[in-house]
Every structure is written in C-alpha cells, then in structure tokens.
C-alpha cells in the first residue's frame, strides 16, 4: 500500500477578495491571498499573492507567484515569480527569480542560495 503523508500539500487556503486580516498568517500548506494582510505572511508550502491582494508585511514561502501589491521583505527558500501586475516595494531574498514585463520592483535582491530568512537579521 502506498502511503498519502503528503495529500495536505496540496490543499490551498484562500483569503478572498474583501477580506482584511489584522496580524500574522501562518499556514503548514498553500495559501492564495486575494484580499489585504497587514501582518507578515508566513507558508510551509506555496503563496500565491492574487492580482487584487494588498499586503503590508513579510512573506516568506516555499514558492510564492505575485501579482499583487506587497510592501515589505519577501523570502521564497526555492522561486519567486512577480507577473506583470505585480508591485513589490521591499527586499527580496530567493534561489530562483523570475520578472515579468510590467512587474515593479522597488528593494534589493539577493539570490544567495546559502541565505535563509533565519540568518538575514536585519
């Protein structure tokens, strides 16, 4: 019998559009924010930040995909991906990083494949 440790990665948290949540957001699987966070953000697995998400806050993922609006550090441990409507205004640390045309990028990058968000103290 095979075993399904695993099946949890898969499932997606959603923060729909009109949604505002006051404080930090951790979650041990995927999450897709389509709303506004003011706190930092915080996913075991990966984030999709959606094209009407305002986020005021640290992000840190696996792999995050972002089309939104973000204003502070992000940290993605493998990909980070800002599609054409996105907008980061903040520093950013990843292995792998992908700009779309039309994307806006405001910070400094770091694709320091030994930096991790735990000895980036700033």
Not at 8 to 31: A, K, P, R, Y
Not at 59 to 77: C, P, Q, W, Y
């Amino acid at each position: 019998m095979a075993a399904r440790k695993e099946t949890h990665t898969e499932d997606v948290s959603i923060i729909s559009n009109g949604v505002t949540i006051e404080g930090n957001l951790l979650s041990e699987g995927n999450v897709r924010i389509d709303g506004k966070v003011n706190g930092n953000v915080s996913v075991s697995g990966n984030l999709t930040v959606g094209d009407l998400s305002i986020i005021k806050g640290e992000l840190k993922a696996r792999n995050i995909t972002m089309s939104g609006h973000v204003e502070g550090k992000v940290f993605a441990d493998e990909k980070l991906r800002l599609e054409a409507k996105s907008v980061l205004k903040g520093d950013l640390i990843t292995k792998t990083l992908i700009i779309d045309e039309g994307a806006l990028f405001d910070g400094h990058s770091s694709m320091n494949r030994n930096q991790t968000p735990s000895n980036s103290g700033e």
